[in-house]
């Protein structure tokens, strides 16, 4: 017999093989993704996690590789706690105001559209995803800039004096929404607001009509007819989303780079940190905060009841 | 229906179109208090949707609904006295079957006390005691259609509404529930609307029928009417085995072409040789296929001159006197004929 004719006989053995045994199957379908996430991404991981309990010896500005809690004392300094406090209320921010925006169009797409202005929503929803994430911040800073179209706007409306009203609310205001936490944070809404809209979409998708008749065939109101059944079975989506919103933001050091009155966000920390700065360790506490976070929050929604209709 | 009686839910010309389809086409009936009334037709005939003209999630386009006498239109579902068991149950999977059932209460503000206890009232009279905590995922088809059952009862409606309710049932578990349902429905006297395209089902259960075709209705009659005496083609053709005999074929047997149809199990089958009794029709032919069905046999016969008539007999004594190729004679009492009108009232 030729190599040639005995290739398809090998590739059927094979087959036959791999049908009779599916276990061995799977394990050739998982070993890539699991030796990429288990090994190269969890693995590294870890490594981050040791490194945050290895210290700057202050001295020299080496690392040194000895078990130590001294980096996360230093977490804990008055400058470190703000950067976590702003971070985290800005990411609770962004989250809230993100589910409130995207609930009613979500709702509005799986229930009320047409196929074809659903297929021109998910459009419109994805469409931004597609561009550049930097082109897209910079256009936003030249929107909220001092010279910008909100503020000409709002010339052109004679409504300045709102715009002044707002830019006047301590902390939160600034010389102009650019260089504001306002900014930052509408920034931050308008860039994770895809992964809010798509999880509750599929949240609502997945609970059928049916059950909106039974409950006004029960006597439900529609108010109580969303509160009692449609936001409860929604609810999974809605966390789904503000696992993306919230710990995206967390991370992010771009927006805050950009549009912001430059007080430093957990991600520009550990950019600083870990590049001009060379603190590795602390760099690595800082990243630890985030995963304590998110943790403790889906321990919390857990609790809550926020996946029982999962 | 009786004037003794009063009228539960009616129908006065009632249409309902969705873009060219005429879903619910001039429809008109009345269904009497406490009565059983079945809507049966093949799926797309406009039995679910007169279904949902009575629950209030479609409005007609024209033509009037009475629940008890007065008109709906423009009242909401969540306002109408009148509850659904849906086909696909419609249980509130984030609830228990408690909560489920305690819906209607809940929403009508009854003290939670007072609610559990007519919810366990309720699941008694379901044969579901103690299941309360569970959640619907853990219960079986059979369980949860008896949870969409107690949960629309509770709220004692006047009018029930079930949308095929034992159609994702399997067969044995379906009879079982077709009694239970029946006998729950005497108890609690209350009208039960029931749609379904199983006519076994609507026979045996409805005091009386109505059978859609098309959107439009072509008979309502008690089980019995609709079975001896069906008035159209349709009818004849959709509930039970028919005969249904045209053209030549009912010339030769009547002397007139219009349809009729004689069921299966009403033909004689004789000897050749045999004298049909006085009063019958005959017509002689060679059968063509046995099909043994235990309680009953069923012969293909090909009548001479052309067209083939089914015989069902009873296996009351041997199995089978007859054979394939045999030659026959078939014979009927003229008065079982039921001549037929091609098109619906």
Redesign the interface.
């Known amino acids: 017999m030729t190599a040639v004719a005995a290739t398809p006989s090998v590739l059927s053995r094979l087959s036959t093989v791999l049908y009779l045994h599916p276990r061995a199957m799977l394990l050739l379908l998982l070993a890539p993704p699991l030796l990429w996430l288990g090994v190269i991404y969890l693995g590294s991981l870890f490594a981050l996690l040791l490194q945050s309990f290895f210290y700057i010896d202050e001295f020299s500005g080496t690392v040194v590789h000895e078990f130590s809690l001294a980096t996360y004392a230093q977490l804990l300094t008055r400058a470190n706690l703000d950067i976590f406090l702003r971070t985290t209320s800005m990411a609770a921010a962004v989250t809230v105001a993100a589910a409130m925006v995207a609930f009613p169009v979500a709702y509005y797409m799986v229930r009320h559209a047409s196929l074809r202005m659903k297929a021109l929503l998910y459009l419109g929803v994805m469409l931004p995803l597609w561009s550049s994430y930097l082109v897209r911040v910079y256009a936003w800073k030249l929107i909220l800039a001092k010279e910008g179209i909100v503020t000409w706007f709002a010339e052109q409306a004679h409504v300045t004096w709102v715009l002044d009203a707002l830019l006047a609310i301590p902390v939160i205001g600034g010389p102009s929404l650019s260089i504001s936490y306002i900014g930052t944070f509408l920034v931050f809404l308008y860039i994770w607001l895809p992964f809010m809209i798509l999880p509750i979409v599929a949240a609502l998708e997945r609970v059928?009509a049916?059950?909106t008749?039974?409950?006004?065939?029960?006597?439900?109101?529609p108010g109580?007819t969303f509160r009692?059944?449609i936001f409860?079975?929604a609810v999974p989506g809605v966390i789904a989303g503000s696992i993306f919103t919230f710990s995206l933001t967390l991370g992010d050091y771009i927006i805050p780079g950009i549009v912001g009155n430059s007080r430093p966000f957990i991600g520009q920390a550990v950019y600083q940190l870990q590049g001009t700065a060379g603190n590795i360790p602390l760099a690595a506490a800082f990243t630890i905060v985030p995963i304590v976070v998110m943790s403790a929050y889906l321990m919390v929604a857990r609790r809550l009841g926020a996946f029982?209709?999962l | 229906m009786g004037h003794q009686t009063s009228i539960a839910v009616s129908f006065e010309g009632v249409s309902r179109i969705f873009g060219e389809v005429r879903a619910v086409d001039d429809a008109s009936f009345e269904v009497g208090d406490g009565e059983f009334f079945s809507m049966l037709g093949p799926s797309g005939s406009g039995k679910t949707t007169c279904l949902r003209l009575i629950a209030g999630f479609e409005q007609p386009d024209s033509g009037r609904i009475l629940i008890h006498g007065s008109d709906v239109e423009g009242v909401p579902p969540y306002e109408r006295d009148v509850n659904t068991v849906f086909q696909d149950y419609a249980l509130f999977p984030h609830m228990t079957i408690h909560k489920n059932v305690e819906y209607g209460p809940m929403i009508r503000g009854v003290a939670a006390a007072q609610r559990r206890t007519s919810a366990d009232e309720m699941l008694e009279l379901v044969k579901l005691t103690g299941m309360g905590n569970r959640k619907p995922s853990q219960l079986s088809g059979g369980q949860r259609q008896r949870v969409a059952l107690a949960r629309a009862l509770i709220n004692r409606p006047s009018v029930l509404l079930l949308d095929e309710p034992l159609g994702a049932l399997d067969l044995k578990l379906r009879e079982q529930m077709q009694e239970e349902l029946k006998s729950l429905q005497r108890r609690v006297g209350i009208t039960f609307i029931y749609v379904t395209h199983d006519q076994g089902e609507a026979l045996a259960m409805s005091d009386r029928l109505a059978v859609f075709n098309r959107g439009r209705i072509e008979q309502i009659g008690t089980p019995a009417q609709i079975y001896e005496h069906p008035a159209t083609v349709f009818v004849a053709g959709f509930v039970g085995l028919s005969n249904l005999c045209e053209g030549s074929l009912a010339r030769r047997l009547t002397g007139s072409e219009r349809p009729f149809a004689i069921r299966p199990e009403k033909i004689l089958v004789l000897e050749l040789a045999e004298r049909a009794p006085d009063g019958h029709v005959s017509i002689t032919g060679r059968i063509s296929g046995i099909t043994y069905l235990g309680a009953t046999t069923r012969y293909a016969v090909a009548v001479d001159g052309g067209g083939e008539l089914i015989v069902v007999r009873q296996n009351a004594t041997v199995t089978s006197q007859h054979a394939v190729d045999e030659t026959v004679r078939l014979a009927w009492h003229r008065d079982l004929v039921q001549p037929l009108r091609t098109e619906g009232a």
Do not use: N
């Open positions: 059928p049916s059950l008749e039974a409950s006004a065939d029960l006597g439900a109101r109580e009692k059944v409860p079975l029982d209709a």
